[in-house]
């Protein structure tokens, strides 16, 4: 089975769907919650798990989205198709469960998939924390899925990948490069009200590109030289 999936519940507010994701865990094979934030773990958790009780109660509980990202390779966030129009920059490109997977397939990694509230989902600042966008296309009528079955979906679709083979970038170097990326906007001046949507598009782009971490190395070091360039010509 690859890649090594981590499922994050962001504050989760009802616990049948917590035990729920996490017998869909079991159900094909992976193990590592992290859980943010969550509502109380009882008696409807541990009923709704029903034989992932263990996996229940040895799930990570954290306070912060960074905490739980952790040292993730690729973070990837789930997000409904309704309202995409309102901060459309933040949820494209957008790919389904099956592209999701032809992306990071052989991909030798920790790939964290988040799934946010049930009444509000993954908020902005949570958005821009990931590196590519899943959704599952659904009906217009009823488009927003439970998060449990969202999570079964998801899961099933990354349970029969190949062994990995190909190595991905560690999360230290990838927020280097992104650092990079930040500083090169900077230096060269882009307009201050397009620099976010810029960094971001840009930050997508990389992500999707899942790189490796030689492929990392070689652009930072390509940054450093641009901008060693440009304090230069100052």
Same mark, same amino acid.
């Given at each position: 089975m690859s890649p090594n999936l981590?499922?994050?519940?962001?504050? #989760?507010?009802?616990?049948g769907n917590v035990g729920s994701v996490?017998?869909?865990m079991k159900n094909f094979g992976y193990n590592d919650l992290v859980l943010v934030?969550?509502?109380?773990?009882?008696?409807?958790?541990?009923?709704? &798990?029903s034989h992932a009780q263990d996996l229940l109660e040895s799930a990570?509980?954290?306070?912060?989205?960074?905490?739980?990202?952790?040292? &993730?390779?690729?973070?990837?966030g789930t997000s409904g198709i309704s309202g995409i129009k309102e901060d459309e920059h933040?949820?494209? #490109?957008?790919?389904? @469960?099956?592209? %999701?997977?032809?992306?990071?397939?052989?991909?030798?990694?920790t790939i964290a998939v988040l799934f946010g509230r049930e009444d509000n989902g993954l908020s902005?600042?949570?958005?821009?924390?990931?590196? %590519?966008?899943?959704?599952?296309?659904?009906?217009?009528?009823? @488009?927003?899925?439970?998060i449990s079955h969202a999570a079964t979906v998801v899961l099933y679709e990354m349970s029969d990948m190949e062994d990995p083979s190909r190595p991905i970038a560690n999360r230290f170097d990838l927020e280097l490069l992104y650092e990079h990326l930040r500083e090169m906007?900077?230096?060269?001046?882009? @307009?201050?009200?397009?620099?976010e949507k810029t960094y971001l598009m840009l930050r997508r782009i990389f992500g999707r590109a899942v790189l490796t971490p030689r492929e990392v190395q070689t652009l930072r070091g390509i940054f450093r030289g641009i901008q060693k360039s440009n304090e230069?010509?100052?």
């Open positions: 981590r499922i994050i519940l962001v504050e #989760p507010l009802y616990q996490a017998r869909s934030n969550p509502c109380p773990l009882e008696g409807e958790a541990r009923a709704m &798990a990570t509980i954290v306070s912060s989205l960074k905490e739980a990202i952790g040292d &993730a390779n690729l973070v990837i933040l949820r494209v #490109p957008l790919y389904t @469960p099956k592209q %999701m997977k032809e992306h990071i397939e052989n991909a030798d990694g902005k600042e949570e958005l821009k924390q990931c590196d %590519m966008i899943l959704t599952i296309p659904t009906t217009d009528d009823y @488009p927003v899925m439970n906007l900077d230096d060269i001046g882009h @307009p201050e009200h397009k620099k230069k010509d100052e």
